[in-house]
């Protein structure tokens, strides 16, 4: 999903430059016994009752009307263990140029609802056919700098589909082991303050299947980082008791 980000928000234009204050060892690891497909359906089943850490920043700088938008947040089910489906953006782009996301968009007339979005939006930039996608649920909507108010749409996605990239938007697409996401060993926080306001974010940077090949990890960070944070704190063992 892409925007332009109004003049009088505090943009973060080299958000690897930025220093990490913290990285979060501290907080176990979601048990791979949760991240299986049954385990996954039956949580999303069966929601606990909780509140998420992360919003995002949109209500500190409202400098436009909100838009509703979704992302779908695809687990492919693969033998080794579920993997999320994310594209990178590609680096021509007006919004977000290079960086790391969920397929997903802005709400369009035609669509029924969040799920309808992020399935529309997903197919036109990777053409993941939704017949291989399951919806098992969402999590709460995150609010970003550029005034959209996104649902996750979170699926099983059934292995064997072939995907289509939109060249246009997508420089590629790339799936990283859900449970290195839900290791919070591997998160760190950011902080800084830029134009008198202070920004802080998380980043999630995966090395990739062949680590040491000399390609850079993949840096996921902002809006995505967020989003699948709030995922690992839906799933971890010390949420509230289903409702």
Known sequence: MSADAPPTVPRITD????????????LPPVPAARLQPDALRARF???????PPITGDGGRFAVKPPRPASVLVPLVMREAGPRVLLTQRTAH??????????PGGGAEAQDAD?????????????GLDRRHVEVIGRLPVYATVTSYVVTPV????????????????????FEV????????????????????????FLSMPWP???PGS??????????????LRNLYHFLAPDAAAPR
């Open 154 to 173: 979170v699926a099983l996605v059934r292995p064997g589909f072939t995907l289509t990239l939109d060249s246009f938007e997508v420089a590629e697409a």
């Open 214 to 227: 000399g390609r850079p990890p993949y840096f996921i960070w902002g809006a995505t980082a967020a989003m």
């Open 114 to 126: 969040a799920v309808a979005t992020a399935l529309r939006e997903t197919e036109e930039e990777v």
């Open 15 to 26: 958000p690897q430059a930025v220093p990490v204050v913290g990285v979060d060892d501290h």
């Open 93 to 102: 782009l007006r919004g977000h140029a290079g960086q790391i996301s969920f």
């Open 177 to 200: 082991p859900l449970d290195f996401l839900m290791t919070p060993a591997h998160h760190r926080r950011h902080a800084f303050v830029v134009d008198g306001h202070h920004r802080q």
């Open 208 to 210: 990739g299947d062949a």
């Open 45 to 51: 089943a069966a929601p606990p009752d909780w509140t």
